[in-house]
Each structure stands twice: as structure tokens, then as C-alpha cells.
């Protein structure tokens, strides 16, 4: 488990074949999980003052492989004795999403982005995302896409920095919503946040 609050950036000294190796002050263990842009992976090898994490086939075909380079999100798996914070982030990816239009207000800069139909149901109003690993509340959601609000400490702290349009970027939904709406997918064809609600709110 993570709680989507990045450690730090890390640099990518090569990504070959499956395996990636980065440098970090943080120095993990063998067998120590890492979310390396919000997907856990497993730390297999150590070199001159780096580690190297391997990818499995399904995870290079589920992530957007093209943002693993130069600098890249970690954060290590958290601890019983943590303090949380953030939200809860299992560090698997459900899909990859298209950063379709940024709008700068100012004092902050809203992120359009695009996920395919099939997730939008397990994105919610004000609810929780993590996108390349970085927890971020939800402001709206429409057809296929939602909007997210970042202040600049957050872009200035992660390659939301280097984001543009068309940028693609790794979507972990909400597990809870996931949970949610398993749980009563028998009534696919009406079941909306509202009756969830009503649901939840007998028990």
C-alpha cells in the first residue's frame, strides 16, 4: 500500500530489457516494494550507488513506458508506524490517460485528462485519483474525461512539470469506488453515485 505522496524524484540512470535503474537518496532493500510513477514494482539489484526495479510483461503494457526517463515519481511501500496521509494507493494501474487540455488560472493550473469510458465510472466528484503515483482530489468528471486542479508546489515537486497536451500519464482510480461498485454490478444498467449512496447510507 501507498498513500500517493511522493518521496521523491528519482533519476533514471538506464531502463533496459525489464529492468529500470534509478538513483535516489532513498536506498531501499531487495524485495522492497516501490511505486516507481504510482506502479508497484519490486526492487530485484543494486549497483554503484543505484537500485533497479523489474517489469513484468503486463505491467510494460499497462504503463505509459515513454515517461521513464530523466526523472521519475517513487515512493516507498508505507509502514504500519506511518503517518497517513494522502489516500489509499495499491499501486496498480488500471489504465493510461491523455492529458487533453491545461488551463493556468494563476495561483494554480487545472489538468484535463482522458481515460477510457470503461474507468470513468470509478472516478468520482471530489473523490481521489493518482496519477503517476501523485494523489490528487477530483473537482469534476464528464463523458470520458476529468479535471484535476494543481497548485504550484505540486508541479514544481513533480514531472507535472513536464506535462503537456497528449502527455500520457498512469491512472490509478479510486479502490474504494472500484470496491463500491463490484460490489452491486448486478444492477449495471442503473446504478449511479446516488444510489450507492442511498445503499450505504441504510447500513
Not at 8 to 29: C, D, G, H, I
Not at 73 to 95: S, T
Not at 112 to 129: A, D
Request: net charge neutral.
Amino acid at each position: 500500500m501507498f498513500t500517493g505522496l511522493i518521496r521523491e524524484l528519482a533519476k533514471v540512470e538506464s531502463f533496459s530489457n525489464n529492468f529500470l535503474t534509478l538513483k535516489a537518496k532513498y536506498v531501499p532493500k531487495i524485495g522492497d516494494s516501490i511505486a516507481v510513477n504510482g506502479a508497484c514494482l519490486t526492487v530485484v539489484k543494486f549497483g554503484n550507488g543505484t537500485f533497479s526495479v523489474e517489469l513484468s510483461p503486463e505491467s510494460k503494457n499497462i504503463l505509459a513506458l515513454e515517461n521513464y526517463k530523466n526523472e521519475v515519481h517513487i515512493e516507498p511501500a508505507m509502514q504500519l508506524k506511518d503517518r497517513f496521509e494522502g489516500h489509499i494507493v495499491q499501486g496498480h494501474i488500471d489504465c493510461i490517460g491523455t492529458i487533453i487540455k491545461i488551463e493556468n488560472n494563476g495561483n494554480s493550473t487545472d489538468f484535463f485528462i482522458q481515460i477510457p469510458k470503461e474507468f470513468i465510472k470509478f472516478v468520482v466528484p471530489k473523490g481521489s485519483i493518482a496519477v503517476d503515483g501523485v494523489s490528487l482530489t477530483i473537482n469534476d468528471v464528464y463523458k470520458d474525461s476529468f479535471r484535476l486542479t494543481i497548485i504550484p508546489h505540486t508541479i514544481e515537486n513533480t514531472i507535472f512539470k513536464r506535462y503537456k497536451l497528449n502527455t500520457r500519464v498512469n491512472i490509478e482510480t479510486d479502490m474504494f469506488a472500484r470496491y463500491v461498485y463490484n460490489m452491486f454490478k448486478k444492477d449495471e444498467n442503473t446504478l449511479s453515485w446516488d444510489k450507492v449512496d442511498s445503499i450505504m447510507a441504510r447500513y
